[in-house]
């Protein structure tokens, strides 16, 4: 029994020792990485989005373009609340002085190159992607 015992402690070593010198490796190879992305050219374009729901929202909000030159998708558009208040969702009534538009964030995953070089880190930015009422604080 001690024997075994003693064989799987010297093996969990041996194999820590090889999973430790593998990864060192590895982080290495990887700082030294010169790949190319290639994306299929069957990906459709979603222009039409959700048509103007940002502006028949009863909080809407206007699309601003968020562009870096090092990264995948290059240009993120962000939403900014237009309004302090709220829009009655009765027409002719008067704004909701109770309600205030916030924005509604998405996190996305995108991939940054550094120094012009075709490494990129994956990594997620928080995006607002549109607004909605909320009631407002009361101190």
């Known amino acids: 029994m ?7 402690y010297t093996l969990l070593v041996c194999c820590s020792a090889l999973w430790v ?9 990887a700082t030294e990485c010169d790949a190319t992305l290639t994306f299929s050219s069957e990906i459709t374009s979603l222009t039409g989005g959700n048509g103007d729901i940002h502006s028949r ?3 809407p909000w206007n699309w601003t373009p968020n562009t870096e030159r090092n990264r995948i998708p290059r240009t993120l558009w962000e939403a900014e609340c237009s309004t302090s208040f709220c829009s009655s969702p009765i027409p002719g009534q008067k ?3 109770d309600l205030n538009p ?3 964030y998405q996190d996305v995953l995108v991939l940054t190159s550094h120094n012009g070089r075709r490494c990129y880190k994956a990594s997620f930015r928080s ?4 607004c909605t009422c909320v009631r407002a604080q009361t101190n």
């Open 2 to 8: 001690k024997l075994l015992r003693h064989g799987i």
């Open 21 to 29: 010198a593998h990864s060192e490796v590895e982080t290495e190879s």
């Open 57 to 59: 929202s009863l909080s």
């Open 95 to 97: 704004d909701q002085k």
């Open 102 to 104: 916030l924005p509604v």
């Open 127 to 130: 995006v607002a992607v549109g």
